[in-house]
């Protein structure tokens, strides 16, 4: 694991480091006064903290501002800060309005209830008694669960002992300030979940890469709006404002610059049908006074396709709603806190088939036959399984960002009209990872890491049987998302997709990559298998389907690199 990163610009009260690494006062606009030291610099006197104490005040509008001394790594700091904030929410608590309070009550609520340090949240649960007893404010509930579909006791608690979760934890709060319930969820897969973070960290927030850090957040913003997912719109819309984003693009692409508006038409087209991106796509976008570099477009590639992939994972895996935020992913919870895995008679055989490895595929393997089979591993019964339950969306929070000129949607690649894709002829290893490699050089070795080890991450468990061989199951998996968009493999027999997934699987993985906002209960549920399983599952289609929008976005990209 890296280092925690920056959480992007810092606050306009902390501290300047001359030269020789030495933290220096400045004036603070604001205030015109001289303030002392940050955090990390100040003495312990007194008259000390409360000049510390005033400069966070002047944040109290801004709350994720007002809580950033605590996101220390260097735990007496941490405390001091976490003792400034409670004082002075302390105090806020006995004037008339009790501002300060009412402002930041849902962040103490989380504090309270989903922080990786039980110091910390023994204070907060403290101070929301201390407000609970004026009989004045009523407490937020938080969601019990971070997934709707996935009971709670299946996930360690944010505050875990268990040392490699929560040094993950550790290092995700100092970074952001919060543990959020996509963390939790992806967490129970614990060797996936260091390097999803890492190259995640890596692509948003690593210092020196071709986009700015508000640009990336708002080019994350873009793509979750095209799944309409409001809790990754959220989270992004809090790193943007903390990264000195211009709070009035959030009020719709119509007030972003040309530049990032010339991006909306790549970015509905990787979203939705990534098929279509062309190497005139990058022509329009290097060219003219706003143009973008190639470094830029790669970067803005990746972003947008890790977000358009985490979008598939919240709503696959029914990640809840955070405490603080507005509005999000309204789902069902499931009732039932014991039901961990369904009974079905199809998984069951599956299950045997695996352990005993004796499946046979019929013996056409030319490549004639590969493509037949390549075009059937998809019905129009899979098809019509998810078609028919769609459902259109009229949330304007998500639709501010996509403009009313880019209206793409979803359509079925279709293997008889349009161009199969080949990864002989462009694959990720040998093509994709080297011209991703040339640009962002880190962000391809973590990329190209974090899909190995999903390909081949195994338990060597299906449903409750143990020394089960499950390859063929998981490649099943990513082959058949790969199909879905219309990438073949000519190594792979497309038979094994309709022999190790039946009808639900094959249903439940594609709305994961196609409209992932159209998941509900009964979806999950017809999903078999352990909810562990679920969530690998759903991580594996994520990730495959993150590969081959890479592969066609770069594959255009080559194109146009060599017809220049």
Not at 285 to 308: N, P, Y
């Amino acid at each position: 694991m890296s280092q925690p990163r920056g959480f992007g610009s810092a606050p306009s009260w902390a501290s300047h480091v001359n030269s020789n690494g030495q933290a220096t006062p400045f004036t603070f606009q604001n205030e015109n006064q001289n303030l002392p030291p940050s955090s990390l610099e100040r003495d312990n006197s007194t008259d000390g903290m409360k000049i510390y104490s005033g400069a966070m005040a002047v944040h109290e509008d801004d709350s994720q501002e007002f809580f950033r001394p605590m996101f220390e790594p260097d735990q007496r700091i941490r405390n001091e800060a976490m003792r400034a904030v409670i004082d002075l929410l302390k105090q806020s608590l006995e004037t008339p309005d009790k501002k300060l309070i009412r402002t930041h009550l849902v962040r103490i609520v989380r504090f309270a209830k989903e922080v990786p340090f039980a110091d910390m949240s023994n204070e907060f649960t403290e101070l929301l008694k201390l407000i609970e007893k004026t009989g004045e404010i009523t407490i937020p509930k938080i969601t019990p669960s971070p997934s709707s579909f996935i009971p709670k006791k299946m996930f360690p608690s944010v505050d875990t002992e268990e040392e490699k979760i929560h040094h993950i934890f550790s290092e995700i709060f100092f970074t952001s300030g919060r543990v959020s319930h996509l963390n939790r969820v992806v967490s129970l897969h614990i060797t996936y979940f260091e390097k999803y973070y890492e190259t995640f960290n890596f692509v948003m927030r690593e210092p020196g890469l071709p986009l700015p850090l508000s640009w990336r957040n708002y080019i994350a913003i873009i793509s979750a709006a095209r799944h309409r997912s409001r809790w990754l719109i959220n989270i992004q819309e809090t790193e943007f404002l903390a990264n000195d984003g211009d709070p009035d693009w959030l009020l719709g692409v119509e007030h972003i610059p040309k530049k990032l508006q010339a991006l909306l038409d790549v970015n509905q087209i990787l979203n939705h049908q990534p098929w279509l991106i062309t190497k005139e796509h990058i022509n329009q976008l290097v060219k003219g006074e706003d143009s973008w570099s190639i470094g830029e477009i790669v970067h803005a590639m990746i972003v947008i396709c890790t977000f358009k992939a985490m979008a598939g994972i919240v709503f696959g895996c029914g990640v809840t709603n955070e405490v603080d935020f507005p509005d999000s992913n309204p789902i069902i919870s499931i009732n039932s806190e014991d039901e961990e895995v369904s009974d079905n008679e199809d998984n069951e055989k599956l299950a045997e088939l695996l352990k005993e490895g004796n499946w046979e595929a019929d013996a056409d393997n030319e490549s004639g036959g590969r493509v037949a089979h390549f075009m059937n591993a998809e019905s129009s019964d899979d098809t019509l399984a998810t078609s028919h339950k769609r459902r259109s969306s009229n949330d304007s929070y998500c639709l501010k960002f996509l403009g009313r000129s880019w209206p793409l949607q979803h359509e079925d690649f279709d293997v008889k009209s349009k161009k199969i894709f080949r990864v002989q002829d462009y694959g990720w290893k040998e093509d994709g990872f080297e011209l991703a490699r040339r640009f962002l050089p880190g962000a391809a070795t973590l990329l190209d890491e974090e899909f190995d080890h999903i390909y081949y991450m195994t338990y060597n468990m299906f449903n409750q049987n143990t020394n089960v061989d499950t390859f063929p199951f998981r490649q099943a998996i990513w082959q058949y998302v790969q199909r879905v968009q219309g990438i073949f493999h000519d190594d792979y027999d497309y038979q094994q997709v309709n022999i190790f997934l039946n009808r639900n699987t094959k249903s439940f993985i594609k709305k994961v990559i196609c409209y992932p906002e159209d998941i509900n209960v009964s979806d999950y549920r017809s999903f078999g298998l352990r909810h562990d399983e679920k969530v690998h599952a759903t991580i594996l289609a994520a990730e495959s389907s993150k590969q081959s929008e890479l592969l066609y976005g770069l594959h255009a990209v080559m194109k146009h690199m060599y017809n220049s």
